[in-house]
């Protein structure tokens, strides 16, 4: 989501109802770090506020600086999160050419007049110039747009043009390689059709700004010629009324936190549950499933770690505090914790970080997906480290292999291989890839599950459910992760009775349900949880009217 200021009702509105929908990834870009909206999105852990003071205060009517700001912003996080980096934009506009071209811009705009129409052709990197002039001609009100990418022009559109060609003029937004088409476009048109061309030599991204900019001043100087400046062109009192009317109070209605899990888990919307006839259905699986969790004493909890009492933000910062608090107060109960991951020792660091060492002994780790059990006191070489295993070496020279993976790091432990993720390349594409590679031939008990950061191979003696069900005391464990979707790293860990999913959900009815408000995930979703257990000498069980509620 773009915002300028953050506090208009339609964005606040929008804000909540893509909430509601609970999308994979909800990232705010605005040129406010304070702002109302700023404040919602810390209800909701999962979403990230980008929030900047540009160098220019102030905006004027149609948010000029902070439009041409969030894409500068856009084009460097991409460029980073890519490798690749272009050429300053500031100096670049600074360069002799782009003033050239801007100058003759401006001098063929003044030439054309007071036209009160436009036809605006682009191609694929000038229809952000494209989309931001028009808005700015229609908002301010400068002249009547039509938006028409080179070969949708030649489909009809140009008829506009013969109806009224004494108050049209068309305007050609080329970036890079676009000008070859539009040249050949525009040379059939006839003689008398006013053109401006703005074209822009940089080509990509790079290209698509300059163009912006370009589009910026060619807005000033068409509203000079209209006697309207762009900045001020004066606001009537119901064009005021009309910005501040608040169309969404009544139009997000909420739903109760069994009919958010139920809508999790079924994958589709309560309306559209209703409509098929199966929504009484889901509703008496989750009763039953409330009821077992209910009635269940439990004597350990199980956690994984990444994306369940760690969010992938805080990966390299460590664990928050309200969960570390929350940890905290579980151990002090006399609950002892399993925290089972797919990482190595850098996970045990963190806990210890996070834990003071008085709780240490209630503690215990399972490394590397489960092969590996150690009290969180253990700070030694972990025993995978130097062990191979000859049946890995040949899993991951064919993974190695594949032109699409080569270039990724394969990681051997004792029991499994563990392949980076790439900016290029999704972790559900790494395992189908792999998936393939080993279908091949296959090896008897391997498996492939995903996490955020990684795609596992794992051989038959590592599974995320072997410390639960080989514990020494005969624990009744409660077991809590966020990958329970196969196949999720968390599925085998989740597929035991009464489990609870903080994000990703199996579909099986009798276990692994995510049971939280809206828009709570992950590690928020782990501390609903834990703030709705209760305690006695004996164990814990789950409070079920905490559970239903927004307590956290």
Known sequence: ?????????????????????????????????????????????????????????????????????????????????????????????????????????????????????????FGEYGQPAATDLESKFSEVGIASVQLADYRNFAHGRHNWIDKHLEETVVISIEVGGDSRLASRTLRLLPDEVPVVRLAVEEVGPLGALIAMYAVIRLIAVYGQLRGIDPGRPGVPPYGSRLYRLNAWSSRNPGHSIPEVAITRKAGASISALRRNGSFEAWMSHLSAFLDAIESMEYSGLALDYDGTICDQRDRFVGIA????????????????????????????????????????????????????????????????????????????????????????????????????????????????????????????????????????????????????????????????????????????????????????????TDRCWHISPTGWRNSQATLHYLASLRHSSSGFRIDRERLLSSHS
């Not at 300028?4 to 909800?26: M, Q, T, W």
């Not at 505090?321 to 797919?342: D, K, N």
């Not at 966020?482 to 790293?489: A, Q």
Request: glycine share 8%; charged share 20%.
């Open 321 to 508: 505090a309200p969960i570390r608090e929350a940890l905290v107060s579980v151990i002090e109960r006399g609950t002892p914790i399993t925290v089972i991951t797919g990482r190595g020792r850098s996970v045990g660091d963190a806990l210890r970080r996070a834990l003071p060492k008085l709780f240490w002994d209630h503690v215990r780790v399972a490394y590397y997906n489960g092969s590996e059990l150690r009290p969180l006191a253990f700070d030694g070489v972990l025993d995978d480290s130097f062990m191979r295993v000859s049946i890995l070496d040949e899993l991951r020279a064919r993974i190695e292999a594949h032109p699409s993976l080569k270039s990724l790091s394969v990681e051997m432990r004792r029991s499994q291989l563990s392949i980076s993720t790439s900016p290029y390349l999704s972790p559900d594409a790494i395992q189908r890839t792999v998936s393939d590679i080993l279908s091949i031939d296959p090896v008897v008990g391997v498996r492939v599950f995903t996490s955020a950061h990684s795609v596992d191979v794992l051989l038959p003696v590592s599974s995320k459910r072997t410390p639960i069900v080989q514990s020494d005391c005969g624990a009744q464990f409660l077991c809590i992760g966020d990958s329970g979707e196969w196949p999720g790293n968390d599925f085998e860990m989740l597929s035991q009775p009464g489990s609870l999913s903080c994000h990703r959900m199996s579909r099986l």
């Open 1 to 121: 989501m773009f915002t300028a200021s953050g506090a208009n009702p339609d964005i606040l509105g929008c804000f909540a109802r893509i909430v509601s929908k609970e999308p994979e990834a909800l990232t705010v870009i605005s040129s406010a770090s304070i702002s109302p909206l700023a404040t919602r999105a810390e209800e909701y852990w999962y979403t990230d506020y980008f929030g900047f003071e540009g160098p220019i205060k102030g905006e004027g009517f149609v948010a000029t600086n902070s439009i041409l700001a969030q894409s500068i912003v856009m084009m460097r996080a991409y460029e980073r999160a890519f490798g690749v980096l272009s050429e300053s934009v500031s100096e670049r506009l600074k360069s002799p050419g782009v003033a050239r071209q801007l100058s003759g811009l401006e001098g063929a705009v003044r030439k054309i007049g007071r036209r009160r129409h436009a036809i605006v052709l």
